[in-house]
Structure formats: structure tokens, C-alpha cells
């Protein structure tokens, strides 16, 4: 990961900008740049993943344009010999180099053609404006915010903001800003016509996008490692690439001191494809003593994306103090393409398909978001072979007839894709889906609530969630995050747009809690 940040007003100087740039300096602590761009700065951490000389540094310049790009550009390197026959010069290793030279020669369209996971800003100088961009699914993270003057301020993360923008915003996904307005330039999830394949061929095609998906994101400058959680995404991933790299991988997983749930299987997937495994251990206090830190780093009060988070920033943390990795390959984004437990009661095949929609184009601000900033709040790049562009659009135009769990097997697709490739023992997978923030150990969320509701009588409960007219808080744990949320986010809560929560319109869905664990079919899930 790095950090950007990038505005045109004269009335902020690299001096008055750095402090709040500097909130952001896990994400790239090699090296840190702040330049003029016409009347304004241009700003760049540098966390070294690819081209690792110095050449490799941002902002990159070219014939007076200039770019700082947190993101990774796939397959760049057949476009850039494409580009040098066509008179280009290239200094560094690096994929980001790619970028003005694209955009001289296609303008604003070159958005749209590249495979990549990214957040960008050029500086045009021409026209003496910043141009920004967010990939399609928002992966790689951008806000904005308007300064006093009335000039917009773009930044990799939302803290960046605090104090120079009254109200901070998303920058949405899929979209370019130029010349005052927002443009979509890609949806991913609008389907017009489902694709006609039969259920053969779409295995067949999931098996082989999602290889293509692993084998372009394992190409990396800088050490690589694999979080390993034991359910069927994270394994997928890690079989799938030590197949394809053909040596011993490095895989880390996460749980509870007194009942981790998914231990167990992600050491069965690491003896299986004979990784060197390592396994970090929490405890409640230390998940308590951790749980503002973990706020803070988030930037949300969305109780999910916080539960789920505890594990993964820790197990991180433990990659970060005691590996040389940069790179860490996740199995985000499986869940919101083929299904939760909850969607096995979708009332129809295209009250599937509108939620999966839903899901995927919110992602950037709960899963996404959470892979992100506990991943980069370490100094580690994610890598997310789930959301490839090519493999989630082709996962959302299979007719949802077929993705409907009504094989009694939640992603039944994906796990008959490779059931012939014995990549993974049996009964990994088909096991039955377990949440993440219950699979460390169920007793995690429940300590997590006995602490809430430790902190607050019904009284003082009642009273203080009245205080919030936007996304109310609606249990005393909920309450907690969302005060600590404002100590560091102030007023900026309508950032993520609610609680992350199952269909409550669906039957069988409508719980005051967003854990799978209070479904009715939970069953064997996390066990």
C-alpha cells in the first residue's frame, strides 16, 4: 500500500499539509514526497512493492504532468513494451510509471481500460487541474472533502481529513473526477443479460478466471504471504497459488485463546499444501485493550466490519513486527459474489442477484475497507484475486438461478469448480461457511458485548443513542464503537452509509444482530 493526497489550493503549503498527510505514514514508510503541482501539492508515502529502486519514487513526471497512484497495474508489462514502440521512455521497474503515458495517449478513457486495483491523482498541467480515479470496486481507498476556499482535496484515507474539510466523503468507485464533476467510467454489477451458460461450463469458467485472478496478483517485487483462515476462500487462494508457484508458501492464521473455531482447519489446509503456517493468538484483553486503536485505524462504527476486524488487524500486526513480508494475498470478496448464510433465504433468484449487487457495490465500505486498512495500517499491500475485474463480472452474469443455494451447499459453484482439482481435502471444500469474527472463537463477540454492556446502564444507553440522528445506534455495543468512532471521525459518520446487516425484509432474516451465528441455518457452521 502507499498514501496519496492531492489539492490545488495556494492556501495550503507542503508545511501546513504535512502533519495531516502524515497520519497516513504506516501505509508507505519507505519513503514520503510532497511536490508542487501548479498552485497546489501533490503527496505520496511509498510503500515499495514493485521497481523497488529509487526511481521508483512518486510522484512521477512527465512533459509537466505529474500522478501519484496508490494501486497495482496487472499485466503492465506487455503494455509497456507496447508503449515504448510507440516512443515512450520508461526510468523505474515500477507499474505506476505506466499511468501518464496512458493518459496521453487516451485521455480520460484510459480509466476504463486497465486491470488494476488503484486510487489516483494527475495533475493536468494544461489545464492546471487535478484529475482523480477510484478503481471499480474500490479496493485501493480515496476520499474527498472541500476546503475552505471552496478547492477540492483528495487523500487515501479519511483521517487525512479531519480538520481541513468540514464534511469528508467516499470517493465512489468506478468513478473519475475531472473538470468539476464525477463520472462513472465502470459498473461491474448492472446486468442487462445473464449469461446462457450451462452449469458445466460456468464451473469451468469460475475454476479458470479465479486461477488467472491468483496467478497475476502472486507478481510481486517485494515478499509475499497468505492469510489463511481456513474457510473455503482464503484456502482456495493459498492452494491455488502454491500450486502455481511451486514451492513452499507462508500462511498465517488467527484465533481466540479458549475456543478458536477455525485453527484447526487452516493448519489441516497448510499441512495439505505443505506450507510453513504460522498461528497467532488473542486473548480478550487483548481484543479490549486493541478495540479503540482498531476504530481509529477504520475510520467506521459499522459493528461488523469492527468484529471481523479484531482478528485480522492482530494477525497482521504479528506479520508486520516478526516477518520481511510487504504482500498479502486475502479471500475477500467470495462472500458478496456467491453468497452469505443469510442469502440462502432470498425469496427469489433476482432477489439474489439484487443483493449481491447491493453487496458489491458497498463493499468499499465495509470488507474492503476493513482488508485495507488492516492490512495497510501495517505496511502490508492486499491482494484481493476475488475481485479481479474479470472474474466478478463474469460471476455476476451467471444467471442467479444457478447461484441460489439450492443445493443445500452455500457457493455451491465455486466449490464444484474445483472439486476435481483435489487442491484441498474434502472435507475443507465442503465445509460449511463459518463468519470470520466467529470463527476466531465465538466467545471474541461475546466479550466484545459483555464489555459494551458493562459500560452503560439502560438508562444512560437510551439517552446517549438519542444524541445520533444518522445510522442511531441500537445496542449498547453498538453505541460504544459509534462513540469512539466520533472521537477521532467528528461528524462524519454518514461516511459509511449504515449497519452492515442481513435483508431484514427477507424471511428468516429480520435479527437484531448482524452475526450469521443468529440465523436459523447456521447449524454446523462454526464448529
Known sequence: MCAI??????????????????????????????EPAGTGQLCFHRLAIMGLQEEGMQPFHLGGDMVVCNGELYGFRPLKRELEKRGFTFRSESDCELILPLYQEYGLDMFRRLDAEFAMIIYDHKTDSLIAARDPIGIRPLFYGYLDDGSIIFASEAKNLVGLCKEICPF????????????????????????????????????????????????????????????????????ISAKLLGKKIRTFAIGM???????????????FIGAEHTEVIMSRQLVLDTLEEVISLLGTYDITTIRASMGMYLCCRAIHRHTNLRVLMTGEISDELFGYK??????????????????????????????????????????????????????????????????NMGKFLLRRAFEKDHILPDDILWRQKAAFSDAVGHSMVDDLKAFAEDMYT?????????????????????LLYREIFEKYYPGQARMVKDFWMPNREWKGCDVSDPSARVLSNYGESGK
Open 257 to 271: 485463546d479458549l475456543d478458536p473455531i477455525d485453527l484447526k482447519y487452516a493448519r489441516e489446509v497448510a499441512d
Open 342 to 407: 443469510y442469502t440462502d433465504f432470498a425469496p427469489s433468484p433476482e432477489a439474489f442477484q439484487q443483493e449481491a449487487k447491493k453487496r458489491v457495490d458497498e463493499l468499499y465500505m465495509y470488507d474492503v475497507l476493513r482488508a485495507d486498512r488492516c492490512i495497510s495500517s501495517n505496511s502490508l499491500e492486499a491482494r484481493v484475486p476475488f475481485g479481479d475485474l474479470d472474474f466478478v463480472k463474469y460471476v455476476m452474469s451467471i444467471d442467479p438461478k444457478l447461484k441460489m443455494n439450492s443445493y
Open 172 to 239: 465512489p468507485p468506478g468513478h473519475y473526477y475531472a473538470y468539476g464533476r464525477f463520472v462513472r467510467y465502470a459498473d461491474l454489477t448492472t446486468v442487462t443479460q445473464y449469461s446462457t451458460d450451462d452449469l458445466d461450463t460456468v464451473c469451468k469458467n469460475i475454476r479458470e478466471k479465479l486461477i488467472a485472478a491468483v496467478e497475476k496478483r502472486l507478481d510481486a517485487d517485494a515478499p509475499l504471504g497468505f492469510l489463511l483462515s481456513g474457510g473455503l476462500d482464503s484456502s482456495l487462494v493459498c492452494a
Open 458 to 478: 439502560d438508562r444512560e444507553f437510551e439517552r446517549k443513542r438519542k444524541t445520533y440522528d444518522f445510522a442511531t445506534p441500537f445496542t449498547k455495543e453498538s
Open 5 to 34: 493526497m492531492g489539492f490545488t489550493s495556494p492556501s495550503l503549503t507542503a508545511q501546513t499539509v504535512r502533519p495531516f498527510f502524515d497520519r497516513t505514514l504506516s501505509r508507505g514508510p519507505d519513503q514520503s514526497r510532497i
